[in-house]
């Protein structure tokens, strides 16, 4: 169950950095 959660988070964060790189690069 913590895995889980721990492995939601990162995706979760890895989805944010993404759309940020993407506003800097527009």
Do not use: A, P, S
């Not at 492995?7 to 979760?12: A, P």
Request: aromatic share 4%; hydrophobic share 30%.
């Amino acid at each position: 169950m913590e895995d889980q959660i721990n492995k939601n988070r990162k995706t979760i964060k890895d989805v944010l950095c993404m759309n940020l790189y993407e506003h800097k690069v527009r």
